[in-house]
Nanobody, 121 residues
Framework: VQLQASGGGLVQAGGSVKLSCVASGFTFSYSAIGWFRQAPGKEREGVGC????????IYADSVKGRFTISRDNAKNTAYLQMNSLKPEDTAVYYC???????????????WGQGTQVTVSS
């Protein structure tokens, strides 16, 4: 099982970044995908989740209206589009997966390595 997040980098405040999460080794289309982040010295926090079909998403209040999660099951890939970035969005971003027929889970089974996003002021 592999989940690989990529697309991070350095961006100015107000800018945009799109992260990708490429999955292999499990049935991607049967799995909900979650995005998480962890800033230095802080606990990991959930950013949002997308259900296996892509028809349902949830977001943390801190990113609602600025971030969008999507997926392409044909490509085994999920995306995190981040707009109107703020310095407080600086963190390592991770994707995770959990086999689930409906909705988003509380716990995830598979985790990928993260990608760093740094937002400069």
């Amino acid at each position: 099982v592999q989940l690989q997040a990529s697309g991070g980098g350095l961006v100015q405040a107000g800018g945009s970044v799109k992260l990708s999460c490429v999955a292999s080794g499990f049935t991607f289309s049967y799995s909900a995908i979650g995005w998480f982040r962890q800033a230095p010295g802080k606990e990991r926090e959930g950013v949002g989740c997308i259900d296996r079909t892509g028809s349902s998403t949830i977001y943390a209040d801190s990113v609602k209206g600025r971030f969008t999660i999507s997926r392409d099951n044909a490509k085994n890939t999920a995306y995190l589009q981040m707009n109107s970035l703020k310095p407080e969005d600086t963190a390592v971003y991770y994707c995770a997966a959990a086999p689930r027929l409906r909705g988003c889970p509380y716990n995830y089974d598979f985790w990928g390595q993260g990608t760093q996003v740094t937002v400069s002021s």
